[in-house]
């Protein structure tokens, strides 16, 4: 679903996303974050210019502690929550979808990629919320902005264009 | 994030074990680049991963790496990390070279970093083997260029899968009598940290 190639915008003021967090962006907003085998979920409202992105290291939180933004189970009803009481509720939301990649070859966790994605997507069905784009999987780590104006997501992987989704 | 073995005894053990094998990583590398760099521990963190990641946000940029995992162990790795332009002056370094005008780095230069990674990885393990009485021995040296956060992010996964928290012991360098702003991170997983308390308690 990559639509276009592109240079990433200006990021110096960007705020960083962080492990485990989500960050609720207004218009005008830009966020980056840096993703190996997270996921990197966006929700975003196009009417209202607003988006929610969250780094997200697990598929489920199973009594464990941790940030709402850690797991997928808790990402996803707090992303909602949060955009909700902006402004975007959740008929309006569309989700990109970036990460999960298994990096070093055999030596590397590679099923953790693949079960954040199951699990995103899955949570993503049952709210009835549409995917719209996804850059996914592979062997390298990615580097995503975020632009609330845009709603533009792009990805970068070093020793590649950029690609907008 | 301050030092985490403050107060516990077990992570003052655990500091002290590391102590001593990065001493007998920075002898081998004074002789493997002729005296131009040494190491010393800097730190040993014991942090949930989403606190243990935040001391890395330096590392969003491109980040050259060597990652060595350690066998018979479920998780351990060891990475050495440079920004781009340092690694390849090690690498010129340690030819006897200019650092080449072209962008792509040629396969001898990612040798010579390879190389670099399993003499330290190899010496830092000898010492730990000797500590825990198990015998601990580097994987072949992997190659990676990407954004430093994104490799880390890996290499914690698994510890982070049994753990809530995990371990980070990290090393400062000396390269031509200067500080320097590489690292060698040595991320061991909760086996083999209890494997190594226990022997030396044992020992005690």
Redesign the interface.
């Known amino acids: 679903m990559a639509l276009t190639t592109t240079h990433a915008p200006e990021t110096k003021n960007a705020q960083t996303v962080g492990m485990a967090q989500i960050a609720i962006v207004t218009d005008p907003g830009v966020v980056r974050t840096v993703l190996g085998s997270c996921i990197g979920l966006l929700l975003y409202h196009a009417a209202r210019k607003t988006g929610a992105l969250a780094h997200i290291v697990m598929a489920q939180q199973a009594g464990r502690t941790g940030p709402p933004g850690k797991f997928a189970d808790t990402a996803v009803p707090w992303m909602l929550q949060e955009l909700s009481a902006k402004g975007a509720g959740r008929a309006g939301l569309t989700a990109k979808i970036t990460g999960g990649a298994a990096m070093f070859g055999g030596s590397g966790p590679i099923q953790i990629g693949a079960a954040n994605l199951d699990a995103v997507v899955r949570l993503l069905e049952e709210q009835r919320i549409p995917i719209v784009a996804q850059h996914v999987g592979g062997s390298k780590g990615r580097r995503v902005t975020f632009d609330s104006h845009t709603g533009d997501v792009i990805v970068e992987i070093v020793g590649q264009q950029p690609v907008i989704l | 994030m301050a030092d985490s073995t403050q107060g516990d005894p077990s992570l003052a053990v655990l500091k002290q074990a590391f102590a001593t094998a990065t001493q007998h990583a920075s002898m081998a590398m004074c002789q493997w680049t002729r005296g131009s760099v040494s190491l010393e521990l800097d730190r040993l963190h014991t942090a949930?991963?989403?606190e243990a990641?935040?001391l890395f946000?330096d590392?969003?940029d491109?980040m050259v790496m060597i990652?060595l995992?350690v066998k018979g162990t479920d998780?351990s790795q060891l990475i050495l990390s440079f920004d781009e332009s340092r690694g390849r002056q090690l690498a010129a370094n340690l030819l006897q070279r200019e650092v080449p005008a072209d962008a792509e780095w040629t396969e001898l230069e990612k040798s010579a970093l390879m190389e670099t990674g399993n003499i330290l990885a190899s010496a830092y393990l000898n010492e730990l083997t000797r500590l825990a009485g198990r015998q601990l021995l580097p994987?072949p040296p992997?190659f990676?260029?990407?954004?430093?956060?994104?490799?880390?992010?890996?290499?914690l996964?698994?510890q982070?899968?049994v753990s809530?928290e995990v371990m980070i012991s990290s090393t400062r360098f000396v390269f031509d009598a200067k500080a320097v702003d590489w690292n060698v991170l040595f991320l061991p997983d909760a086996a083999l940290s209890q494997t190594i308390q226990d022997a030396i308690f044992f020992r005690v």
């Not at chain 2, 990676?144 to 290499?155: F, K």
Request: hydrophobic share 50%; aromatic share 4%.
């Open positions: 949930p991963l989403e990641m935040g946000t590392c969003m491109l990652v995992a998780a994987a992997v990676v260029q990407d954004y430093g956060t994104s490799v880390l992010e890996q290499a996964m698994v982070a899968c809530d």
